[in-house]
């Protein structure tokens, strides 16, 4: 099985998608990615706004521990477990997600997905930074994808295997790079630099049921 060349554009007409906006992210590749499947995405740290959008994205690039600071200064790190719409959390977003990471000094995330992240051992290069493969997919987020399908990462932390895991990649050992609980999804790739993969990704995190 493999991907079309090109993700054909669905009608997503009428389908409100906000990036939370805290200061620790990777906007713009974002919402161009979202601009190609047809959907402008808003940047937002407004709690209506982000309560009433169909779809959430929580990106994240940076320090953990900094990140997380910012999401309290605006009170998002209360909005986020609260919301009841498909949530995607991006690298750092997924992170942050976690029950807590060592990044930072063992800083306590959202809790959302009960995992810990845990850093790289100077044993492999660090960061892994480049495509890496994902397998073990479940979850409609990952339909139509094939297993080893190449996904781009850039990360020193990641989040251990565990039952919340959609999907695994491995670099000195298998761990989660896709997490699933209730509504709330994370990603430790970014989809929107991964090609024909990482936009399909991104179709059916728009087609999820809400």
Known sequence: MSLDTDIKK????????????YGAGNIKSIQFAFKRLGIDAV?????????NADRVIFPGVG??????????????DKLIPTLTQPVLG????????????????NTEGLGIFQVDVKRFPNTVKVPQMGWNTVTNLESDLFKDIPENSYMYLVHSYYAENCKEAIALSNYNGEYATAL???????????PEKSSIAGAKLLENFLNLES
């Open 10 to 21: 669905q009608n997503f007409e009428g389908v409100s998608v906000v990036i939370i906006d």
């Open 63 to 76: 320090e953990a521990s900094s990140a997380l600071k910012m999401l309290k200064n605006s009170k998002l």
């Open 180 to 190: 699933k609980h209730n509504n709330f999804y994370g990603v430790q790739f970014h």
């Open 43 to 51: 940047l937002t740290n407004d709690p209506e706004k982000i309560k």
């Open 90 to 105: 991006i690298c750092l977003g997924m992170q942050l997600m976690c029950k807590t990471t060592e990044e930072g000094g």
